[in-house]
């Protein structure tokens, strides 16, 4: 007894001992004034209109080099919770001694919404909400609201604040909160931010800084410089473990071939080592300057699998009203839906865009059959009166194949059937429609919530099916009759903080078996047992929201994707399946 007794006071002082470790740690001559370095100015603002974050107000700084001309546009660090790391002396000496570009400085404290009376009620803080959720919102603030009022600021000899619109020209940084905040802020606007100082982390539970381990290593891999601090006794909480959280982050942006570099140590959840180590970040962060941050490679098969080296997203065309229905003929072309305007748009082996002279009766998908007619059909919702489905011979003529039948995409098998998806709103269930090449139209399911895109593994014994108000992706068995059996939930997309649901819309397959999903995330690849492998960002237009996707090309190696008012192109490694070809039995996926 006397043993165990000992043994828990033993572990208990080593417990307390671990959480208090004294830390000291040397100070960089560029955190200590120096004679002879000028010194730069800085000023104090507040801000209180921001429509991005209602009703709050917040205290910002702002540090200006004593080098500055407005004549130039200044390289940019962005702080979350105000000064701190001794920055206005660090960067009067690393900019004095050029170890780092003429930077003006913002150090921001996170919003609150203060009470009517504080003597009464307390303001509602608003920092965990800015600092650590998910998604564009924060570094919205900053790009639409808060770096627009600072260049409406002067100094005190008048000079006009100049800001660089330059991503590769900005830095941003913070600790705990206000670090997963910046590496957010940087995650979702790498063109805007490439450069983060992250100290003590806050990558874990609270409000999605935990996925951060997971997305960074699907993701394709983004250009961004990021330099990470934290130590063995920082916090170990309900939600979760700093110390391994900043570690997993490390390995994970490793993993992906990000520029990353990071110090650990022993300390706890301060900002002692922190400041300490802060001149040394600067120092590498700001190196090469201005030679661009670049993207590395990536150690996710997948991804390198699919993506060709230096080959980005092309813009095809733009200025539509909402386009939808990617799809290719037997010779590569690929056809694409305007739908409001009615229009449907070729694109040739050239990359020249045609607009076909037909009506296409606001047509949202499009398929071809393997007799090379394209056929198309008519939207369901939005209170369009034609519902049909419309084949379109070589020469563009129109024949209904089904009348009194409107839906949202459309597939065609080999052996002439269709189906189609006819969804009726988020809440209620939808119907999947199969016509035979006879003309029967049979219901051969119902159920899933905006049952959206679908489209066919390359053997065309299954069918996937995209419920665009979950995260999931449905597959079917095809029976010889053509009905559908075994309905089971399959693929596990992943949702955006600022959504409810990852909106999967259009889908195909490529010749590996793997599956493509349009979603709120980009285009979501996943493998043949429903896992997620790699994430695809498509470029950002209006909400956002990828709408479909096709392989074309006289190879099929070309990606095909809408989005909005917009289509986009990019070469790949891989093919795509096309339906209108005999059905094969692709390799046996690993499990």
Not at 76 to 88: C, F, L, R, S
Not at 152 to 177: E, P
Not at 217 to 246: H, M, T
């Amino acid at each position: 007894m006397k043993k165990i007794l000992f043994a828990i006071i033993f572990l208990v002082k080593t417990t307390i001992f671990a959480q208090n470790v004294t830390e000291n740690y040397p100070e960089d001559s560029a955190s200590i004034e120096q004679k002879n370095v000028p010194k730069g100015e800085i000023l104090k603002f507040t801000f209180e209109n921001s429509k991005i974050f209602p009703g709050t107000w917040r205290e910002y700084w702002v540090y200006v080099p004593a080098q500055y001309r407005p004549d130039k546009p200044a390289c940019v660090y962005v702080n979350q919770d105000g000064i701190q790391w001794k920055a206005p002396t660090v960067f009067d000496n690393l900019i004095h001694r050029k170890q780092m570009p003429i930077t003006i400085g913002i150090f921001v404290m996170h919003g609150k919404v203060r009470a009517e009376n504080g003597e009464l009620a307390l303001d509602r803080f608003n920092r965990s909400f800015e600092y650590d959720g998910l998604g564009d919102n924060y570094a919205r603030f900053l790009l639409e609201e808060l770096l627009p009022e600072v260049e409406k600021q002067k100094t005190s000899d008048g000079r006009a604040i100049k800001l660089s619109k330059s991503g590769n020209d900005r830095a941003i940084g913070g600790s705990s909160s206000g670090a997963v905040c910046a590496f957010t802020a940087a995650w979702e606007r790498p063109n805007e931010f490439s450069r983060v100082f992250s100290a003590i982390g806050t990558y874990v539970g609270l409000r999605g800084g935990d996925r951060y381990t997971t997305l960074i290593r699907k993701y394709e891999p983004k250009a961004i410089r990021v330099f990470l601090q934290d130590g063995s006794n920082d916090n170990n909480s309900y939600a979760g473990d700093w110390w391994k959280a900043n570690e997993s982050i490390e390995r994970a942006l490793t993993f992906s071939g990000f520029e990353v570099n990071h110090i650990w140590g022993e300390g706890g959840h301060n900002s002692k080592h922190g400041t300490s180590i802060f001149p040394e970040a600067m120092r590498w962060l700001w190196k090469d300057y201005p030679k661009t941050v670049a993207a590395g490679k990536t150690k996710n098969q997948f991804l390198s699998d699919i993506l060709l080296p230096n080959e980005g997203w092309e813009l095809v065309g733009q200025g539509y009203g909402f386009t939808e229905g990617t799809a290719a003929n037997a010779k590569g072309e690929v056809f694409y839906q305007d739908i409001p305007n009615a229009k449907t748009y070729k694109v040739g082996l050239d990359g020249k865009v045609e607009l076909l002279p037909i009506d296409t009766k606001r047509a949202s998908g499009t398929a071809f059959a393997k007799d090379g007619t394209m056929v198309t059909i008519t939207s369901s919702w939005g209170g369009y009166p034609v519902k049909q489905i419309i084949s379109y011979d070589s020469a563009l003529k129109p024949k209904v194949v089904a009348d009194s039948l409107g839906g949202n995409d459309i597939v065609v098998a080999f052996n002439g059937n269709i189906y189609l998806t006819q969804p009726d709103g988020s809440e209620k269930p939808s119907k999947l429609f199969l016509v035979r090449p006879t003309g029967e139209k049979v219901v051969v399911d119902t159920g899933i919530k905006f049952a959206n895109g679908l489209a066919f593994s390359p053997d065309q014994t299954q069918l996937y099916v995209t419920e665009s108000a979950s995260h999931w992706v449905w597959v079917y068995q095809i029976k010889s009759d053509g009905t559908l059996i075994n309905k089971q939930r399959y693929g596990y997309l992943h949702v955006p903080d600022t959504a409810e649901n990852a909106w999967s819309d259009g889908i195909k397959c490529d010749r590996e078996g793997r599956i493509y999903v349009t979603s709120r995330s980009g285009i979501q690849v996943m493998d043949q047992t429903g896992k997620v492998n790699a994430i695809i960002p498509v470029p950002t237009t209006g909400n956002g929201q990828s709408s479909n996707l096709c392989f074309g090309g006289a190879n099929f190696d070309i990606l095909y994707v809408s989005s909005n008012d917009k289509v986009y192109r990019r070469k790949i490694k891989t093919r795509g399946v096309n339906t209108f070809e005999a059905p094969f039995k692709p390799a046996t996926p690993k499990l």
